[in-house]
């Protein structure tokens, strides 16, 4: 899949995981529609967690390529 399409792809899969959380929070759905959004939700996540990763490798080797430098893991309680 060309990179612009991944990125369109990947943003699309968030706003429609921001749309099946938001049904989700209101507790409207029945329970069986409940239980296939989180289904779908739990599917668009995986997906949208395959591009993110893909994307980090790129920028590893790509930093790999480039003075040697490292990715350090991110640690949000230190980034406060």
Avoid: W, Y
């Amino acid at each position: 899949m060309p990179r612009k399409n991944s990125v369109r792809h990947f943003e699309e899969n968030l706003t429609e995981l921001d749309t099946i959380v938001t049904q989700l929070e209101s507790n409207q759905l029945p329970l069986e529609e409940a239980l296939k959004a989180f289904e779908k939700g739990v599917k668009i996540s995986q997906d949208c967690q395959s591009v993110l990763t893909q994307a980090e490798q790129k920028v590893q080797i790509l930093l790999d390529k480039q003075d040697g430098e490292h990715l350090e893991p991110f640690d949000p309680e230190s980034a406060s």
